[in-house]
């Protein structure tokens, strides 16, 4: 599936509509002809720098991964508590959605309640007591 990905992008920047801007193959340096160097390539350089999430879909079908309380169905005693089950990326870096995230899955496997809202922590977000932000 990779190397027919890498052709097929191959294909798509191939096209006349790139002609004005392409000025060579730079990665990899020249275009690989054999599925062995596209694989050779893949493998050299592939990585998961990337800010992964959603491959844990909560919910109750049958597609899902964990439940509202990211204990893994069909299992005992395992939870997902990490970017996994986020639906998409975050906007800003997901370190902070990650820790929210642990620290909630703590509370849920030490069976705490959540914390109140009060007029401290509304104040904070600029909304009255009891208020409910809209877009």
Known sequence: MAIAGVRWNQD??????FDAVRAGAT???ALPDSDAEIDAHIRATASTIWHVCGTCKMGRDSMAV???ELRVHGLTGLRVADASVMPQVVSGNTNAAVIRIA????????R????????????????????????
């Open 12 to 17: 798509i920047m191939k096209a006349c509509a």
């Open 27 to 29: 990665v990899p340096p």
């Open 66 to 68: 964990v439940d509202a």
């Open 103 to 110: 620290e909630k899955a703590s509370d849920m496997i030490r």
């Open 112 to 135: 705490r309640p959540p914390l109140p809202t009060d007029a401290c922590c509304a104040s904070l977000i600029s909304l009255p007591q009891g208020a409910v932000p809209t877009r």
